[in-house]
């Protein structure tokens, strides 16, 4: 799945704080996010427009001028995240919705968003060029072989409707002239049974993607491929970590696909400056252009798909049976497993045991620690 988009949604329910004290402030849910809210500017009803968490706005825009920072007139740019608002997680933030607004109308484009990126540390120095501030010589070409498509794992909060029962609606939501919201009536589907599921820890670093065509090793980024030279961040990886090369030339022209971590602040893993690991969590077939299921690609290192800590291959699997929304958001918080790491997890990735496209597209998602957010 890869939707960046900033949808115009319905409110359909203004609850009361948890806090009794706390009268002003009412809580509504998007998806399956929870948003705190002024009472006063909204009613049941009304349309607004979510940005979710790890967005990018302008706060030169009007829309977003009141998450401008007083103190730092300097920031044109504010990071949509989380934060606790008198005890309650409060995730992204809600504006009005234009007049002529339609519910599911996107504003991703119009209101100039972004998705987030951590900045990437790079072991060089010199000239720099492009937005993501690499060196022009590290920039190598393309693989000849089909290539993946570049996709983003989308958030758990917002699509876990791919993993659950489909909603049948005997009544659709509506509102009628009188402005006044119906929020209809649906049965959830009595044929339901729940995928089997992997949930793994989610790792926090850079996405890399690492192939050998016949001839030699390739070497890439989220959105470039690379050249094998010392210091660059993706062939290090392969230098510090062999048997990512030696997984690729036994399984020539499959895309193994990944985290590399130990470079990002706060995420160090345990490892020292200068190293960086590696944890696969994908593999890409360029000849029949698709994925692996998860258990396959854990039987091409000799391991099981079974709950495990780290097993220096593949991210720590934390979770194998049916699907279960409870235990999704129990396995999103707590420490990581990789070895060494005395940090928190950034949260858990989710997808069926055996792999699956639908209409919704790839079913993988992530589910973000609300902590990670506040670090």
Known sequence: ????E?????ITEILPHTDPETVRLGLTKVFDYTIVIAKESWKVGDLAIYIEPDVIVKTTRPEFSFLANPQKP???THRVSAKRLRGIWSEGCLIPAPENAKEGQDFWKELELERYEPPLK????GPKSGPNQFVANDIAEPPQLPLPERFEIENYKKHSKIFGPE????RKPSVNEEGIFDPGEFILDPNYSPPEICITCKIHGSFS????DGNQMHY??????KKPEEKNLWFEAVKQNPWIEEWCRKNPCMFLMGEVFGHQGGFSYGLKSGSVGFRAFDVWDSEPKSFWDHERMMNSFNLFIEVQKDNGRTAPILYVGPYNDEIVKQQTDGLSLIEGASHIREGCIVKPRKETVSRYGRHILKSVSNDYYLR
């Not at 799945?1 to 960046?4: A, I, R």
């Not at 900033?6 to 319905?10: S, T």
């Not at 909603?167 to 005997?170: M, P, V, Y």
């Not at 993607?209 to 050998?212: E, G, I, L, P, Y």
Request: positive net charge; charged residues 20%.
């Open 74 to 76: 300097e920031r044109t």
């Open 6 to 10: 900033a949808l115009a949604v319905r």
């Open 167 to 170: 909603k049948l609606w005997s």
């Open 1 to 4: 799945m890869s939707t960046h």
């Open 122 to 125: 790079t072991y060089r120095s």
């Open 220 to 225: 890439g980024s989220k959105n470039q491929w």
């Open 209 to 212: 993607c690492f192939v050998f």
